[in-house]
T-cell receptor, first 113, second 112 residues
Framework: NAGVTQTPKFRVLKTGQSMTLLCAQDMNHEYMYWYRQDPGMGLRLIHY???????AKGEVPDGYNVSRLKKQNFLLGLESAAPSQTSVYFC????????????FGEGSRLTVL | GDSVTQMEGPVTLSEEAFLTINCTYT??????LFWYVQYPGEGLQLLLK?????DKGSNKGFEATYRKETTSFHLEKGSVQVSDSAVYFCARDTNTGNQFYFGTGTSLTVIP
């Protein structure tokens, strides 16, 4: 049972570089989310998707883009990385949001120098 | 605005001690409330939930009651174990039901 898989797990970037985080889920979930986790800030929603081909902004969308071309995949892109984007990124998915059960990946630790 | 506030940590307890982690929320309407747990090196996982006032969620010896009058959802456990060491997050959903607000997390360490 893979569940929610994030790649890569760790990455170090220089300021201005670009990268893409991939989230894949094998549970046929409609909803997918990208969060960032920072000390003292908890989890903050970056972008989310309520179905294939749809995306929406969360609390902290600036500097990030997302795409949901396939139902099972949700990509998070950083076009020009900044040190403020150093964080741990979590992807989550849910089949029916009303149940409240988000399934999380193990996280991706990104450091921007 | 709508938010979740939980007690700051870290919290350190001896094994078999009683645990309370406070959580309060602000919301327009009546959200569903949740506790998630994050073990070291892992993603968050749902611990328990309550969907309406006076509901009690419970799991693995943990309990929390949805108190509308005090807008609270405090997490309790009567006797903690070393394996309960983790970060605990209180959360609520939104009226549209497609987003969640998380608290800042409370780190718990249980020592033998």
């Amino acid at each position: 049972n893979a569940g929610v898989t994030q790649t890569p797990k760790f990455r170090v970037l220089k300021t201005g570089q670009s990268m893409t985080l991939l989230c894949a889920q094998d549970m046929n979930h409609e909803y997918m989310y990208w969060y960032r986790q920072d000390p003292g800030m908890g989890l903050r929603l970056i972008h989310y998707s309520v179905g294939e081909g749809t995306t929406a902004k969360g609390e902290v969308p600036d500097g990030y883009n997302v795409s949901r071309l396939k139902k099972q995949n949700f990509l998070l892109g950083l076009e020009s990385a900044a040190p403020s984007q150093t964080s741990v990124y979590f992807c989550a998915s849910s089949f029916v949001i009303a149940t409240g059960e988000l399934f999380f990946g193990e996280g991706s630790r990104l450091t921007v120098l | 605005g709508d938010s979740v506030t939980q007690m700051e940590g870290p919290v350190t307890l001896s094994e078999e001690a009683f645990l309370t982690i406070n959580c309060t929320y602000t919301a327009t309407g009546y959200p569903s409330l949740f506790w998630y747990v994050q073990y070291p090196g892992e993603g968050l996982q749902l611990l328990l939930k309550a969907t309406k006032a006076d509901d009690k969620g419970s799991n693995k010896g943990f309990e929390a009651t949805y108190r509308k009058e005090t807008t609270s959802f405090h997490l309790e456990k009567g006797s903690v174990q070393v394996s309960d060491s983790a970060v605990y997050f209180c959360a609520r959903d939104t009226n549209t039901g497609n987003q969640f607000y998380f608290g800042t997390g409370t780190s718990l360490t249980v020592i033998p």
